[in-house]
């Protein structure tokens, strides 16, 4: 697409609207690439309990949604994420001229997907127990103990696979970034999955996850420590 026609699309007399629930989810990573790129946008928080009214006037049903300054509604968080990367005047979120270094930022945002995915299942059976084929938690006598089993399971066994798989990448690639010395959108994404570990947020999984990777937490500082995603961060 190119930097100049990507803000094209991003800029007008009205600013981009982003609507996504008051959460950080796959929205944050947008919101994120946005404000590194220097475009305005209005960050429309929906309300859990005004969801089903909104709901109904999604073009997919789900959130978030993009309008752009001409009323186009755009859909798909990795859609809007690589729109904003595009649209970096610098060319380093997202770039558009070197494809050596797109294709380590295409692999990483698989990976961080492939982790993800990975997760999915023990979050959502704490969640929606019957999307799996079992009774909703509240009929299911055995639904804390097998979502305890899978949580932990998943912090032993899968998340360092994966954190060893983005610490290759980290060395591999100089140690400053995932695909070099510049941030791009796969360290906005990869840091987002990688940092929800660490909250403490999930059942089973304590928020010390990520304790055991250092070059990892390195590498999120460096993240924190960019200026523009440090100025998004203390509004």
């Not at 999984?205 to 924190?224: C, F, H, N, Q, T």
Request: hydrophobic share 40%; aromatic share 10%.
């Amino acid at each position: 697409m190119g930097t100049e026609a990507a803000r094209k699309l991003l800029t007008g007399t009205t600013p981009v609207k982003l609507e996504y629930f008051d959460i950080q989810g796959v929205a944050e990573p947008v919101r994120i690439a946005l404000s590194v790129v220097d475009v305005p946008f209005e960050d429309v928080r929906i309300q859990f309990k005004d969801w089903p009214t909104r709901k109904s006037t999604t073009k997919h049903g789900v959130l978030p949604e993009m309008t752009l300054p001409d009323g186009t509604v755009v859909t798909e968080s990795m859609a809007m994420l690589r729109l904003a990367g595009e649209a970096d005047p610098e060319g380093k979120l997202y770039p558009a001229d070197d494809a050596a270094t797109r294709l380590k930022v295409e692999q990483a945002l698989g990976l961080a997907g492939d982790m993800k995915r990975a997760w999915m299942p023990a979050m959502y059976m704490g969640m929606r127990p019957q999307k799996f084929g079992y009774p909703p938690k509240d009929e299911w006598d055995e639904a804390d103990a097998v979502i305890e089993r899978m949580r932990k399971g998943f912090v032993a066994d899968e998340l360092p696979k994966y954190m060893g798989f983005f610490t290759d990448l980290i060395n591999e690639s100089g140690g400053r970034f995932l695909c070099g010395d510049n941030l791009t959108i796969a360290d906005i994404l990869a840091y987002q999955e990688i940092a929800y570990f660490g909250r403490g947020i999930a059942d089973h999984v304590p928020k010390e996850s990520l304790e055991p990777y250092p070059d990892i937490l390195a590498w999120m500082g460096r993240v924190d420590a960019h200026p523009k995603v440090a100025a998004y961060k203390a509004k």
